[in-house]
């Protein structure tokens, strides 16, 4: 198997040194995934960038994160679920108990965000060939089609993310192991 490196700001090809410093500054560490998306500096300065443009939705700071939590669960990404965990409650301050039922497949009592992880979990199986019963119970639940199409950009912000690091393979940086996800049975052997 071809091993990626997982580069460093001081190892890093030149263009990609600035975004790893960046990522520094906004982590306070550069994250393994980031460190390997580095190999392509302009496969890096999308994935930052899609990230930036998600921030900006409509969609508040729990929201996103169900979004993202959904689609690396969906994609059996164990180290971006790691990370979206830690996120949605350290920074986005989601409640402990959503991000457990989202990580355990579970619904959510709060049943707006419950809708989101579904109409997510459609987007991601059906590769976004969604219509009927799924678009509309997510409308039905208060989102609005502005809102349909945000959950296809976070959804493209992980697809990104999650192909890549399966790929990579990149390591559960210490920062996250708190929120490591073992979901064997969830992902049938295919989380490896």
Known sequence: MSQF????????PIAAQPLLEGAQQKFGFVPNLLGGLAESPT???????IGA???????????QQVVLLAASIEN?????????????KHRAKADVAIVDA?????????????????????????????TGIALDNFIAAGYSRSQV?????????????????HIIHAPLDSQF???AW???????????
């Open 149 to 165: 199409l945000e959950v296809v950009l976070g959804v493209t912000m992980k697809t990104l993310s999650n192909y890549a690091n």
């Open 177 to 179: 192991q708190a929120e």
């Open 5 to 12: 490196n997982i580069y460093s700001i001081q190892n890093a």
């Open 102 to 130: 989202l990580r355990e497949q579970q619904p959510l009592t709060d049943k707006k965000l419950d809708a989101l992880a579904t109409f997510t979990r459609v987007v991601v199986e059906q590769r976004g060939k969604v």
């Open 182 to 192: 073992d979901a064997p049975a969830l992902c049938n052997k295919q989380c490896a």
């Open 76 to 88: 059996h990404c164990i180290y971006c679920v790691a990370v979206h965990s830690m996120l949605a």
């Open 43 to 49: 496969v890096l300065q999308a994935y930052l960038d």
């Open 53 to 63: 443009l998600f921030d900006r939705t409509s969609l508040t700071s729990v929201e």
